[in-house]
T-cell receptor, first 116, second 111 residues
Framework: GAVVSQHPSRVICKSGTSVKIECRSL??????MFWYRQFPKQSLMLMAT?????????EQGVEKDKFLINHASLTLSTLTVTSAHPEDSSFYIC????????????FGPGTRLTVT | RKEVEQDPGPFNVPEGATVAFNCTYS??????FFWYRQDCRKEPKLLMS???SGNEDGRFTAQLNRASQYISLLIRDSKLSDSATYLC????????????FGSGTRLQVQP
């Protein structure tokens, strides 16, 4: 089956620091990856669509300069939360569409970010 | 109006009960529909796709009514391990293939 990994699974950082989260498709190539955010007791909200080799597409209300996305290869996308603040504390989940099976989507295990 | 709406629950049912979840979606041009299951502090996992003709997978039955823009999930003979949040998910017709999630319905199966 298709496997997506995320690293780190959990991170605690101080306010003002930057945090990088990696999303990897382990056994398939993904031209498109998605980044979601989920606050407690709320639904997953799409933050941005990451396309390999091009700029990410951000959803309305998501600051592209704060949430930097890089999709440098067909198996890796990174999300960097810059100058993190406590309100950025959330569960960040990536997902990926296999290049050859674009109607399927596989989720990473998520990264729990806590900003103190 | 939210793109995908669900009753948040929680639904507290005894083991062996039958429970049904409902969901409505706002975009009539939506193309594909799913039920995902999410355990506490975990990523969502695909439970089943939903087809217009209705489909069944063991104790789980999903139905889609395109005219009413309504999706349902029926769980028969509930098990303790069914306790989770069930997410109604829609793939909108935007071509970007990002999924739109409902807020989820929490199910607690009790012994």
């Amino acid at each position: 089956g298709a496997v997506v990994s995320q690293h780190p699974s959990r991170v605690i950082c101080k306010s003002g620091t930057s945090v990088k989260i990696e999303c990897r498709s382990l056994d398939f190539q993904a031209t498109t990856m998605f980044w979601y955010r989920q606050f407690p007791k709320q639904s997953l909200m799409l933050m941005a669509t990451s396309n390999e080799g091009s700029k990410a597409t951000y959803e309305q209300g998501v600051e592209k300069d704060k949430f930097l996305i890089n999709h440098a290869s067909l198996t890796l996308s990174t999300l960097t939360v810059t100058s993190a603040h406590p309100e950025d504390s959330s569960f960040y989940i990536c997902s990926a569409n296999p290049h050859r099976r674009p109607n399927e989507q596989y989720f990473g295990p998520g990264t729990r970010l806590t900003v103190t | 109006r939210k793109e995908v709406e669900q009753d948040p629950g929680p639904f507290n049912v005894p083991e062996g009960a039958t429970v049904a979840f409902n969901c409505t979606y706002s975009n009539s041009a939506s193309q594909s529909f799913f039920w995902y299951r999410q355990d506490c502090r975990k990523e969502p996992k695909l439970l089943m796709s939903v087809y217009s003709s209705g489909n069944e997978d063991g104790r789980f039955t999903a139905q889609l009514n395109r005219a009413s823009q309504y999706i349902s999930l029926l769980i028969r003979d509930s098990k303790l391990s069914d306790s989770a949040t069930y997410l109604c998910v829609v793939n909108p017709p935007t071509g970007r293939r990002a999924l739109t999630f409902g807020s989820g319905t929490r199910l607690q199966v009790q012994p």
